[in-house]
């Protein structure tokens, strides 16, 4: 399992409930396959949860921090102000050193929730930007978490250079 730092997090609070992975016993009944046209909705749903991620990382790569939090949902932007995500963003190279590429998004899904998270490499550590967008297509969650320098962000094919060496 992944170990993570949540250094910002605004609670998931869609009727009470919070979008972090379950595990859930198996139903009784044999799997179904999706029906195509739940399938496309889901697929439709994931493109345009990593549409708004791409946006949100790249209004804050421009200190644009009321562009932001354009799409986050009431509750989100009523815990987390645009001048609190400035603060925290603009924290986070003199913390991890000059920011370096970005990974490749992963999905999943999550109490209703669909999640985007990418893998972000600095120069002193390994992070990820996760949000969670409601079924209304705003985004409900968003934080930013350390990764443990010896585990990939969640999905990645890419092994850790210092992981061969260890011994």
């Known amino acids: 399992m992944m170990k993570v730092q949540p ?3 605004a609670t998931l609070l869609a009727a009470g409930g919070v979008a972090h992975a379950q595990v859930q016993a198996a139903p009784a009944n044999p799997i179904q396959p999706p029906n195509a046209a739940d399938a496309h909705a889901a697929a439709a749903a994931i493109e345009a949860c990593n549409a708004k991620m791409m946006a949100l990382l790249a ?5 644009d921090y009321p562009g932001a939090v354009k799409d986050f949902d009431d509750t989100m932007r009523a815990g987390l102000t645009s001048d609190k995500l400035q603060q925290v963003w603009e924290s986070l190279p ?3 050193g000059t920011p370096g590429p970005r990974g ?3 999905n999943s899904t999550s109490g209703g929730y669909t999640v985007i998270t990418v893998p972000m ?3 002193n550590g390994s992070l990820a930007a996760q949000i969670a967008c409601g079924a209304d297509g705003r985004i409900a ?4 978490m350390t990764l443990s320098p010896t585990q990939p962000a969640a999905g990645s094919s890419a ?3 210092a992981a061969s060496t260890a011994h």
Not at 141 to 144: A, E, L, M, S
């Open 7 to 9: 250094l910002l997090c």
């Open 59 to 63: 209004a804050l790569d421009q200190h």
């Open 94 to 96: 003199a913390r991890f």
């Open 104 to 106: 490749t998004p992963h």
């Open 121 to 123: 490499q600095f120069q």
């Open 141 to 144: 969650g968003f934080h930013v």
């Open 159 to 161: 092994a850790p250079a």
